[in-house]
DNA sequence: TGGAGTTCAGTACGTTCA
DNA sequence: TGAACGTACTGAACTCCA
């Protein structure tokens, strides 16, 4: 723990205080849950409005469908074994692989296939 | 070289396999993070019932106050700038489950469901 | 090379809201 | 009252370092 340095690392999607990467974007753990579960779901969310309704920390839950397309806009996906074979590497992020991301913790590693979920 | 003996290296805690020595005691990796994050905290852990709940791979996660007092037990520790420089071996435990009575005070919200039970 | 520390997907559960 | 939400927790996988 490198106290001292607090840095902003704002949600991408809300803006609420990020706690790390989540499905390959900086989010709250709100967003990380609520991405979590909208995404298994997947139901046609529409927005009652034009869809430009505002997603913050405040708001974030007054419109699912919004806010699942701001989680998408972030980079948000989740790594389905079945369905896609390319793992399409990650375009939302400013730059993960760089050295001096390893001090923000930035370390990227993927799973490659499923393979984690052997249980739980 | 060659320990042609297939060793079982059993965690010293809740029995799962181990994954080498963390904190002076043979572990797991669930007991070793759960170590390293209950005893940063170090806050008043109570086991609801005497303390002698049961410490094994699927119920090591019901009372953490029983599963961070075997760890003791089982000799782990955080090296912080405390005083005592002596190495204390780590396999002295022989009483592993007894109803210590532990000093630790405070109060604890522990998930009291019987069916909380691991679905693998 | 092994142990310590970090990250993050996933789970559990209390809280909030419609 | 049920569903969605959000916080705390767990553990596997990873990197760093002596």
């Known amino acids: ?7 902003p690392r704002n949600c991408m999607v809300c803006g609420d205080r990020a ?9 709250c753990e709100g967003c990380k849950g609520f991405f979590r579960r909208t995404v298994s779901k997947s139901t046609g969310l529409t927005c009652p409005f034009a869809g430009s309704c505002k997603v913050n920390k405040a708001q ?3 419109c699912p469908a919004c806010r ?3 989680c998408l806009d972030a980079g948000m996906r989740k790594e389905t074994s079945s369905s896609s074979v390319h793992p399409l590497p990650a375009l939302a992020h400013p730059s993960p692989c760089n050295a001096s991301a ?3 913790g930035g370390h990227q590693h993927f799973h490659g296939t499923a393979s984690h979920q052997v249980h739980q």
């Open 102 to 104: 390893r001090a923000l």
């Open 19 to 27: 706690t790390g990467y989540h499905f390959h974007a900086l989010t």
């Open 68 to 70: 699942l397309q701001k």
């Open 1 to 7: 723990m490198a106290s001292g340095d607090d840095e």
């Open 60 to 62: 974030r839950r007054h």
